[in-house]
């Protein structure tokens, strides 16, 4: 069965330490994406990557780092999380003219 | 900026009509559409997509339209079904950037009441 997993899918954390949410595909698509979503903004592209060690930064990248050493893994790292960082973040996969595959979502608050 | 709108955070339509969700966008670059189904706790589904070289594109209940002059897309489903009660999100794809980043709306929360 073709799986986006994330992880956690719920993570309460403080300000400045350090976290990192996994994503895992096994559909073996190059291109990879993560999202955020806030009320009333919709989702909201953080950082993707096309291939295995290219990654680029999406609209709202401050705060956050990405690596992609392997095809199936895109872990999404925050090196001192903020409050303003609250929120609910998706992994993505595939190819447009397909849609896009979305894990089921990683919600984190920061305290 | 936001390049992508739902104007209608919300909308309620009984079950068997027709619901029309909206879209407009303001970056002539988009070249690619989709619509997308989320439910609580759920990572968005992908629903149906239109190419700028189409006017529509049809999938069962659904069919989305696409006019590109007034840079506006709409989704319909017909005949809405409870199951159908989720939000909606619209998302443009830009041909550049190798063709694969997406914005998306707002989202509109649609509720298909018995």
């Known amino acids: 069965e073709a799986q986006v997993t994330q992880n956690p899918r719920y993570l309460i954390t403080v300000t400045g330490k350090k976290l990192t949410v996994t994503c895992s595909q096994n559909m073996n698509h190059e291109y990879m994406s993560w999202y955020r979503q806030d009320p009333g903004l919709g989702l909201r592209q953080i950082y993707y990557?096309?291939?295995?060690?290219?990654?680029d930064k999406g609209d709202v990248p401050e705060g956050y780092k990405v690596s992609r050493k392997e095809k199936r893994n895109f872990p999404l790292i925050l090196e001192s999380p903020s409050p303003n960082q609250t929120s609910l973040y998706f992994c993505a996969t595939g190819d447009r003219a397909y849609g896009y595959t979305f894990g089921s979502g990683t919600r984190l608050t920061v305290v | 900026d936001q390049q992508v709108k739902q104007n209608s955070p919300s909308l309620s339509v009984q079950e068997g009509r027709i619901s029309i969700l909206n879209c407009d966008y303001t970056n002539s670059m988009f070249d690619y559409f989709l619509w997308y189904k989320k439910y609580p706790a759920e990572g968005p589904t992908f629903l149906i997509s239109?190419?700028?070289?189409?006017d529509k594109n049809e999938d069962g209940r659904f069919t989305v339209f696409l006019n590109k002059s007034a840079k506006h897309l709409s989704l319909h489903i017909v005949p809405s079904q409870p199951g159908d009660s989720a939000v909606y999100f619209c998302a443009a794809s830009p041909i550049f950037q190798g063709a694969q980043k997406l914005v998306f709306g707002q989202g509109t929360r649609l509720t298909i009441n018995p």
């Open positions: 239109i190419s700028s070289i189409k």
């Open positions: 990557s096309m291939n295995v060690e290219v990654t």
